[in-house]
């Protein structure tokens, strides 16, 4: 597609079970990245992935959260555990080798809800 | 402690008006980035600025970027309703590669 594709747009979860975030990012862009938004907040960095290098996983707040780019396209984000602190907008994006000079293109986001 | 710090957060005026949103910073950037974005929807960018003192104008929007590049400013001249949104600054350290850091955003109304 012509954009940033993230699935789901929406998930309820309860406490303690596993959750899976797809990123679907342009095709051709070597970098994709993870934010997370909270409620009217600033956008918190989580991890980095650039063509065929080790990720950047510097954000990542705690080891129940990880994620993999296959096939240096389609990206997951995987939360286990959840916690009711994990309630926020997860937005994906993607840029050519260099978002600092081009940009970041986001997707809609993964709204998820921990109860 | 917040690396990009935002003001006002919240600003509220009648459309025709002109405002300015600041973003400021004690660190160096390489380049900074200004994105909208809408209820439901990710961010949108606007613009890039990559050399101190660099001014930018998209329309009614003029965007500036601080001589030490620390700073970077925001001017919408006579706001409409269209504008209404949560603006972002995000800055690229030196240090960081592609990675941008972003400030809390402020939320913009512009009343008809």
């Known amino acids: 597609g012509a954009g940033v594709s993230q699935s789901p747009s929406n998930k309820v979860t309860e406490k303690g079970k596993d959750v899976e975030l797809r990123c679907d990012p342009i095709?051709?862009?070597?970098?994709l990245y993870w934010y997370r938004q909270s409620l009217g907040q600033g956008l918190e960095f989580l991890i980095y992935?650039?063509?065929?290098?080790?990720?950047?996983k510097s954000g990542l707040p705690s080891d129940r959260f990880s994620a993999e780019r296959t096939g240096g396209s389609v990206s997951t984000l995987t939360i286990q555990r959840t916690q009711q602190e994990d309630s926020a907008v997860y937005l994906c994006?993607?840029?050519?080798?260099?978002?600092?000079?081009?940009?970041?293109?986001f997707g809609s986001g993964t709204r998820l809800t921990v109860v | 402690t917040q690396l990009l710090e935002q003001s006002p957060q919240f600003l509220s005026i009648q459309e025709g008006e002109n405002l300015t949103v600041y973003c400021n910073s004690s660190?160096?950037?390489?380049?900074l980035q200004w994105y909208r974005q809408e209820p439901g929807e990710g961010p949108v960018l606007l613009v890039t600025?990559?050399?101190?003192?660099e001014v930018k104008k998209l329309k009614r929007l003029t965007f500036q970027f601080g001589d030490a590049r620390k700073d970077s400013s925001l001017h919408i001249t006579a706001a409409q309703p269209g504008d209404t949104g949560l603006y972002l600054c995000?800055?690229?350290?030196?240090?960081?590669?592609?990675?941008?850091?972003f400030g809390e955003g402020t939320q913009l109304t512009v009343n008809p």
């Open positions: 994006a993607s840029s050519p080798w260099t978002g600092r000079d081009y940009g970041y293109t």
């Open positions: 095709s051709g862009h070597t970098a």
């Open positions: 992935f650039q063509g065929n290098s080790a990720p950047d």
């Open positions: 660190s160096v950037f390489s380049s």
């Open positions: 600025v990559v050399t101190g003192g």
């Open positions: 995000a800055g690229a350290e030196e240090t960081s590669g592609s990675r941008l850091t």
